[in-house]
């Protein structure tokens, strides 16, 4: 091969991916490190924004425990969500991937279909049910006289888990439909016939074949959880704040934009270690079912 | 009196009638193949057997007790099914271990009954092994472990070796009827394979279309098949169209030149049935002209364009001097080698 073929070889990867590596570059790289730099820029409420190099807002979130609480009612809203969505969704794909052809894809269709509407939407169908005095279901209950006062679902962590766990549950049964497909057909009725029954089947052949399904569906549900934003916005407004709604008010609200921007970036850096954690502690155990 | 015994089932899905009139009985410690093409009914019959399907008609019994009033996971038969459905999160030993512990056999006699499985296939020292891991024929060989370990009333072989290549099919074939006499199991083969049920059953039942064309020794079906199905389906044949004069004494069965006494009971139109390796070329009988001439090694291989259609014809290679392409002979064989039957429409 002569030199300049040679150097075409090492320089043709370059060139292919130039267009793409600059897009990555442009609009994700450099507005991620900004936010890093602004989380260490001072702020005063007449000065605005000083670029100056100190570690006043990572100490405040370091110190004041109202962050702290603030971090741990994101990350327990989205455990929670991430709990309710396996525990209803994994049962979920297996009952639709029992179901024969055309019911499959009508479920199917239902259970994704939601993922065409948009999230606002989505959870702004909850709030017209649950909302106050003036919610269908609330209204609905109190003329029967079966509750008092409205259920509480606005401003309140349930509702969030609830509305939350409605958002995400495609992301987990898309997951695990997916594990269920790599399942062999015959795998149940040689179960079976070996004189395993349901219960059996499902706990001792079933669970521990679709659990990285489970579990990967997991992994998506809880980022997304985490950083959601539109559906703690409208369930949990000013009142009932997490990480991300948290961000966007010191950006947009108080403008203090570099406390905002250190918010944002420990939320990123604490959801980025806890998924690349989870998912080698995954592949390292199920490393001989999926090889 | 007979260990397994299927009465008159058969199996409808909707409209459709896939397997019907189904009655067979298999001796203990009998080797039977269902053999058909695909969509002949042979694995939804296993499956009526196995308890995944249940018949819409008949029954089946097992030593005289109805079978299908025994749920699947008490029928106590062992299945190896055509994707094996191995356990892929166990190991080789859990595998095979899983019948055992469903049954709640203690955990010494266990270990000890599962590596006596696993040296039986030849997989002694395999027993850490996850399926992913195996080869196709060592997971083969698991799967039958694993149904042979709860020491089935029947075995059930669903193709088992059809996704295996071809030479270690064929080793397996060999190991497979080994075990087989070994341990004693009643076995229920499912194939498309011809040769495999041949080389492996005592008896084959030829299906077709949902019903059974023909049960019987590999030998019955393949020197006297009852049908042209059967005939068509195992080996290759010549068919050759005939009729059997009965204004002549004594009544005579012609095919082209070819002729010969009319065997009793049939009169008319008729399909003369001969196996290419029973046909000779000799000074009289049917005219024909030899179109190509193969040679493959043990036999020579003639197509002959003759006045009743084409026709195949093997002959042994003895080292006497054949016939050559272009030739003009005459085909004859001895009416004991031939099967005749009626031909509908001529």
């Known amino acids: ?291 | 009196m007979a260990y397994l015994e299927l009465d008159r089932v058969a199996k409808q899905f909707g409209t459709q009638t896939v397997v019907d009139d189904f009655s067979l009985s298999v001796g203990k410690g009998e080797f039977i193949s269902f053999l058909g093409p695909s969509g002949c009914g042979k694995t939804t019959t296993l499956q009526m057997i196995a308890g995944f399907l249940d018949p819409t008609r008949g029954a089946i019994r097992l030593e005289g007790k109805d079978l299908t009033a025994i749920h699947p996971a008490k029928r106590g038969l062992g299945i190896v099914f055509q994707s094996y459905a191995l356990f892929p999160h166990m190991t080789a030993a859990e595998n095979v271990a899983f019948g055992l512990e469903m049954r709640g056999v203690p955990r010494a006699e266990r270990s000890e009954r599962v590596r006596a499985a696993l040296a039986m296939v030849g997989l002694a020292g395999y027993e850490d092994r996850h399926p992913r891991r195996m080869s196709g024929g060592q997971q083969q060989r698991v799967a039958l472990a694993r149904a042979l370990v709860i020491k089935p009333s029947v075995l059930l072989l669903d193709e088992p070796l059809s996704n295996l290549d071809a030479k270690l099919r064929e080793e397996m074939q060999i190991e497979l009827r080994q075990i087989q006499r070994t341990v004693g199991t009643t076995t229920i083969l499912v194939t498309h394979d011809q040769n495999e049920a041949m080389s492996l059953s005592d008896r084959i039942v030829v299906m077709s279309q949902g019903k059974i064309e023909q049960i019987g020794t590999p030998q019955e079906t393949y020197e006297k098949p009852a049908s042209a199905f059967v005939s068509q389906f195992l080996g290759k044949t010549n068919d050759f169209a005939g009729t059997i004069d009965r204004t002549v004494a004594p009544t005579q069965l012609v095919a082209g030149s070819w002729r010969a006494p009319a065997p009793a009971g049939l009169g008319g139109p008729v399909t003369v049935s001969v196996r290419p390796e029973r046909i000779g070329f000799g000074e009289t009988g049917l005219s024909a002209k030899i179109i190509t001439r193969i040679f493959q090694g043990n036999h020579w291989l003639f197509q002959c364009d003759s006045e009743c259609g084409p026709a195949i014809v093997i002959r042994q290679n003895d080292g006497k001097a054949q016939p050559a392409e272009g030739d003009a002979v005459r085909l004859t064989w001895r009416p004991e080698d031939m099967s005749v039957r009626a031909r509908a429409g001529a």
């Not at chain 1, 958002?167 to 395993?196: C, H, K, T, Y």
């Not at chain 1, 944002?264 to 001989?288: K, M, P, W």
């Open chain 1, 1 to 291: 091969m002569s030199m300049a073929a040679e150097e075409r070889s090492t320089r043709a990867p370059w060139v292919l991916t130039a267009p793409a590596l600059m897009l990555f570059v442009g609009v994700l790289l450099i507005p991620l490190a900004m936010t890093v730099m602004l989380s260490f820029h001072d702020w005063g409420q007449y000065k605005g924004v000083e670029p100056v190099f100190i570690l006043k807002n990572w100490h405040e979130i370091a110190t004041d425990p109202y962050y702290a609480e603030m971090f741990w009612r994101t990350f327990r809203i989205a455990i929670l969500t991430t709990l309710l969505t396996a525990l209803l969704g994994a049962p979920e794909a297996y009952i639709l991937n029992r179901m024969s052809g055309g019911w499959k894809s009508f479920f199917l269709l239902v259970i994704l279909g939601p993922l065409l509407i948009s999230v606002v939407a989505r959870t702004l169908g909850w709030a017209l049910l649950f909302g106050g005095n003036n919610g269908l279901v609330n209204k609905l209950l109190m003329s029967l006289g079966a509750i008092r006062s409205p259920i509480p679902f606005m401003f309140t962590e349930t509702g969030m888990v609830v509305a939350l766990a409605h958002v995400m549950m495609p992301f987990m049964v898309l997951s695990v439909w997916a594990a269920l497909q790599r399942l062999d057909p015959q795998i149940e009725n040689a179960a079976m016939s070996l004189g395993a029954g349901p219960a059996t089947i499902i706990r001792r052949i079933i669970m521990p074949q679709i659990m990285p399904g489970v579990l990967s569906g997991a992994i998506i549900v809880f980022s997304l959880s985490a950083s959601a934003f539109a559906t703690p916005a409208i369930i949990g407004g000013r009142r009932l704040k997490v990480a991300a709604t948290l961000a966007y008010d010191e950006f947009l609200n108080t403008l203090n934009w570099p406390l905002g921007a250190a918010v944002a970036t420990l939320l990123l850096v604490a959801l980025v270690l806890i998924v690349v954690g989870s998912n080698a502690l995954i592949e390292r155990r199920y490393a001989e079912v999926f090889r």
